[in-house]
């Protein structure tokens, strides 16, 4: 039994630290209000805060998704288009499940990394799976 233990020991010290608290996870909901013919998120940045992801990517990928261009002012992102929140909230949740959640024990406790060939990887921090992502 004496080995067994050891070797237990040696395997629970090669698995990542718990860096979550236990809470569960909210996604953000994107408050937004129309101006003219465009929409503004005007907590975009708290979003990009709270799912740890750069303003520029969660941009990109909102403005793909909708078909439109997007400019991002200050804390603020303007969409060239009128949208509804509930149309932006079911995009982001979207986003969410793509490029934060981890895939193998659902916490947001991810990084995104750039490995060779440009091939980009969801790293989980909570229990070390990879993942690719487009």
Do not use: W
């Amino acid at each position: 039994m004496d080995d067994y233990e050891k070797l237990l020991e040696r395997a629970r010290s090669s698995l990542p630290e718990k860096t979550a608290s236990g809470e569960r996870f909210e996604p953000p909901a994107a408050e937004t209000f129309m101006q003219g013919s465009k929409t503004v998120i005007k907590n975009f940045e708290a979003i990009c805060v709270k799912i740890r992801r750069e303003p520029a990517m969660l941009s990109k990928y909102l403005s793909k998704e909708l078909a439109i261009p997007g400019t991002i002012e200050g804390s603020r992102l303007i969409l060239h288009g009128k949208f509804y929140d509930r149309v932006i909230n079911e995009k982001l949740a979207t986003f969410i499940s793509k490029y934060v959640i981890c895939k193998e024990c659902n916490r947001p406790d991810t990084k995104i990394s750039e490995g060779v060939h440009g091939i980009r990887t969801l790293v989980c921090d909570a229990c070390g799976a990879r993942s690719p992502v487009k």
